[in-house]
């Protein structure tokens, strides 16, 4: 899934750049984040089942901070 992922922002990054728009890659600050980990911002696998793997609520929080970061 790591390697579907960085393929994917790697793909996002390039439209966005094309566009003049600056990408910001969450994956370095999400690393000791991960599901099972003991302050996880992933959602693990859920139900409903498209809810699986996408940031939870603390994992928004900082993925928009890091946005802020960057405007």
């Known amino acids: 899934m790591n390697e579907s992922a960085e393929k994917l922002d790697s793909v996002v990054k390039g439209r966005a750049e094309a566009m003049k728009f600056k990408f910001v890659n969450p994956t370095s600050p999400f690393e000791s984040h991960e599901v099972c980990s003991s302050s996880e911002w992933l959602n693990g696998q ?20 890091l946005v802020e970061g960057a405007i």
């Open 46 to 65: 859920s139900n409903p089942l498209e809810e699986s793997y996408h940031p939870n609520v603390q994992g928004q929080e900082e993925f928009t901070k």
